[in-house]
């Protein structure tokens, strides 16, 4: 029987409030929905992936902090929880991993230190989904020495369709330097208002963009005020309102990545 080996996709835009959270919370959930075994990673010291899965850490539980810590990092199995949902496993975050661009700046091999603690759980999982933080520091060059694939969330709106120039150089720093193998996934559009001149603008122009031709998604997340809710009663849109807009999007999604 061949060992199975997670596919690791991570979520990242370095410009802030485009959808990544509730993406990686919702894609998690909507595949754990088709039976996948699901480990969300929380790459962001703000821990709201950790929040909008229902999870708070005691004081002395480890998080991911502790699992990429040095000296003497916690297995990263004592520190991955379940969340209340069947197939959805979690490794949360803590607001000391806002310290870790310090501590780990003389370590030789710190951008390995994710890839090294996860390997030894690659296969009891068929999908990682990894939250990064809204900036490029050692969290997020972390999160893409790790990944074998990069879904890119894009508010549709002027400023972050800018934005994704800076992106794409760094993903291209990132694939020559440190992971030959990793590959964009796809660009999601999210926060899509149909009755917005300037939604409709943005969407078109990622449409027309000749370096998305085959790499955007036809699922559109739709602006919706249920999915900002469900994140504050820290559960995944599609178990809080399956029939909501917000958990039909995450679905279609979840079924485009999956085919």
């Known amino acids: 029987m061949a060992t ?7 979520v990242v835009n370095e410009k802030g409030g485009v959808g990544k959270t509730v993406t990686v919370i919702n894609l998690g959930a909507g595949l754990s929905l088709e039976g996948k075994d699901v480990l969300v990673v929380d790459m962001d010291p703000q821990f709201n992936a950790t ?26 199995r004592s520190a991955i ?66 990944a074998s694939e990069i879904l890119v969330p894009c508010q549709t709106q002027p400023y972050a369709y800018s934005a994704l120039d800076e992106l794409l150089e760094t993903i ?20 899509f ?6 939604s409709n603008k943005i969407l078109e122009s990622l449409r027309r963009d000749g370096r998305f031709q085959d790499k955007l998604f036809k699922t559109v997340i739709r602006i919706n005020t249920t999915v900002a809710e469900s994140a504050y009663y820290g559960k995944p849109v599609v178990f809080f309102r399956p029939s909501s807009t917000g958990a039909a ?10 085919s």
């Not at 199975?4 to 991570?10: E, L, P, S, T, V």
């Open 249 to 258: 999007d995450y679905l279609a999604l979840t079924e485009e990545i999956l």
């Open 4 to 10: 199975r080996k997670a596919r690791i996709i991570a």
């Open 81 to 146: 929880v379940k969340t209340a949902w069947e197939h959805l496993d979690l490794l949360p975050s803590h607001v000391d991993l806002s310290g870790v661009e310090v501590e780990l700046v003389n370590e030789p091999g710190r951008e390995n230190r994710l890839k090294e603690a996860l390997t030894p759980v690659l296969d009891l999982y068929d999908f990682i989904v990894v939250d990064t933080p809204p900036s490029l520091s050692i969290l997020t060059v972390n999160v893409l020495a790790f």
């Open 51 to 76: 929040r909008g899965l229902g999870v708070s850490l005691g004081q002395d539980s480890p998080s991911v902090y502790d699992v990429i810590k040095l000296p003497e990092p916690v297995p990263a």
């Open 172 to 191: 291209s720093i990132i694939k020559e330097e440190m992971n030959p193998d990793i590959r964009i996934l796809g660009v999601l559009a999210t926060f």
């Open 193 to 198: 208002d149909q009755r917005t001149r300037v």
